[in-house]
């Protein structure tokens, strides 16, 4: 999956989810949770965070086809 990234596409994919959500380490939350270094973290795992339910119940850590997915 990675071999075939491209990184324009994923930049440009990103900046939607900056409307909501940071990258940088140490970055705060938003409307959605700081997602730096994200792959392999627990799914609804930042602490202090207010989830949904859904996201809250999901389970499961974030790899790279869970986001894709997403």
């Known amino acids: ?13 990103t900046k939607k989810c900056a409307s909501c959500h940071t990258f940088d ?4 939350d938003k409307l ?4 730096y270094n994200l792959v392999g ?3 609804g795992s930042v602490d202090g965070f ?3 339910a859904g996201m809250a119940e999901h389970g499961g850590e974030w790899g790279f086809e869970e ?3 997403f």
């Open 1 to 13: 999956m990675l071999g075939a990234a491209d990184l324009a596409k994923g930049a440009k994919l």
């Open 32 to 35: 959605g949770p700081n997602l």
């Open 50 to 52: 207010g989830y949904s």
């Open 67 to 69: 986001l894709s997915q």
């Open 25 to 28: 380490e140490g970055g705060a």
């Open 41 to 43: 973290r627990a799914v």
